[in-house]
């Protein structure tokens, strides 16, 4: 499985600084990069150093510019804690080696893990010994099955994301009395809960506009299966008003056919918010309009939950004492009017 969510969510809890990298070849950086986000500064009590703890961390192959900028967060947020020990595993695509890098992280007997799975069903397992054996998973992005699996969950908002999408090209295409318009979606793996949660968050808000999607094809979040899956939708419909690509790196391959064929009689929304989307946004150079957020800061957050969750405290701006059992993001929409405040938050596909 090439990659776990999307969109660009909001932090909730302070993003830690973002990174290069998204889709999926990870390029070193450009003078077009955007430098790298402040971290955000700490409120409360709770920032100052408690007792020491070390965190295990275990995500798939930073093989795509989303998951890169998900480890380099994570990373770079441990390090803002003198009581943080960071413990990361090899990075794997490989299920069994994820698990028997998880297990190493049990056997270390850490205070907290905080656990990206390859396939949260497949992962379920392991997940489910380290909190047996007194270690608070901290699950981000893709979820386990059973909830014994994990201490809070944290992660995008995938529905929502399709909604935002919906909602953005529903508005326009009404707003410019187009009637019954061909609308194409192109999703990233479309077996993946994830997918399937943005494509009904998506066809959800086109209804209410009395639209509805004409075609749609996955593209397994690869710059080349974007390329071929464009290609083929752009060849078969002579027309089209409006599409969605639900994943900005694969959305390299989208552009550069769209850009080949020539073709810029519609418009185009992107999904999770990468540095090379905004900028194409921010030119106004193509049919790409805007992305909806899937923000890889939720790493950085998840670090900042498993520090608070091992040393037995709470958020400082909630009432309760606890730390939350689950926690969504949200999906915001990039355009051209409020690119430029997101920029620092953009990962390079």
């Not at 998506?202 to 593209?219: H, I, N, R």
Request: proline fraction near 5%; aromatic fraction near 6%.
């Amino acid at each position: 499985m090439k990659r776990r969510g999307f969109l660009v969510g909001g932090a909730v809890l302070g993003a830690g600084t973002l990174v290069s990298a998204c889709t999926s070849n990870e390029p070193a950086a450009t003078a077009n990069s955007p430098a790298p986000a402040p971290a955000a500064t700490a409120t409360g009590g709770n920032d100052q150093p408690g007792t020491k703890v070390v965190i295990g961390f275990s995500a798939p192959a930073a093989d795509h510019g989303w998951i890169a900028a998900i480890a380099k967060n994570a990373e770079a947020t441990a390090k803002q804690y003198p009581d943080i020990e960071f413990k990361p595993v090899e990075p794997t695509n490989d299920i069994n080696a994820q698990i028997s890098a998880v297990e190493s992280l049990i056997q270390a007997k850490v205070n907290a893990l905080v656990l990206l799975p390859n396939d949260g069903q497949q992962l379920n397992q392991v997940a489910l010994a380290a909190t047996a054996a007194g270690i608070p998973v901290i699950n981000l992005d893709r979820i386990f099955p059973d909830k014994l699996a994990y201490r809070t969950w944290i992660g995008g908002d995938n529905y929502g994301m399709g909604v935002a999408a919906g909602h953005y090209i529903g508005k326009k295409l009404k707003d410019k009395g187009v009637s019954n318009p061909v609308i194409v979606e192109i999703q990233g793996i479309a077996t993946l809960p994830l997918t399937q949660d943005r494509s009904k968050g998506f066809e959800d808000a086109l209804k209410t506009y009395g639209f509805s999607v004409t075609a749609k094809q996955d593209a397994q979040f690869t710059v080349e299966t974007g390329n071929e899956v464009a290609t083929s939708l752009l060849q078969a419909h002579k027309k089209i008003d409006a599409m969605w690509n639900h994943d900005d790196d694969q959305g390299v391959g989208v552009l550069a056919a769209i850009k080949e064929s020539g073709r810029n009689e519609f418009f185009m929304v992107g999904g999770a918010g990468s540095a090379n989307a905004m900028r194409e946004i921010q030119a106004g150079s193509s049919v790409l309009e805007a992305t909806v957020t899937y923000s890889p800061t939720m790493a950085s957050s998840a670090i900042k939950l498993a520090r608070l969750v091992a040393q037995g405290k709470g958020m400082t701006d909630l009432v309760e004492t606890q730390v939350p059992q689950s926690i969504t993001l949200a999906s915001e929409t990039i355009t051209k009017e409020n690119v430029e405040k997101y920029l620092p938050l953009g990962f390079e596909s």
